[in-house]
Nanobody, 128 residues
């Protein structure tokens, strides 16, 4: 069983930066590919970034490419999402989740499908 907890959200001005953390409060992250998702008010949840088992594979959604960076420290049981040059349209609740596909437990791949063990989310608000 895996339990994920997100942290690091807050209020930031446009152009500012935040670093989100996804930590396993129960279980270990090193058996899973991890994805970051966000849900803005009135919109559906969208995949933002994901990272493979050992961190060799990463993916980014087009709106965040060049501004967000994902990495993981399995020794700290944590996946990070560094966000720079934030825009008002980045305002959302950000969630992390684990990839439940068995193949991602042996291959360094990731996607935004078949996710589970969702955290409660952390609010990111970009506003002046």
């Amino acid at each position: 069983q895996l339990q994920l907890v997100e942290s690091g959200g807050g209020l930031v001005q446009p152009g500012g930066s935040l670093r989100l953390s996804c930590t396993a409060s129960k279980g270990t992250l090193d058996r899973y590919a991890i994805g970051w998702f966000r849900q803005a008010p009135g919109k559906g949840r969208e995949g933002v970034s994901c990272i493979g088992l050992r961190g060799a594979t990463t993916k980014y959604a087009d709106p965040v490419k060049g501004r967000f960076t994902i990495w993981r420290d399995n020794a700290k049981n944590t996946v990070y999402l560094e966000m720079i040059r934030l825009k008002p349209e980045d305002t959302a609740v950000y969630y992390c989740a684990a990839d439940l596909r068995l193949i991602t437990a042996v291959q360094d791949i990731c996607s935004y499908e078949d996710m589970g063990y969702w955290g409660e989310g952390t609010q990111v608000t970009v506003s002046s």
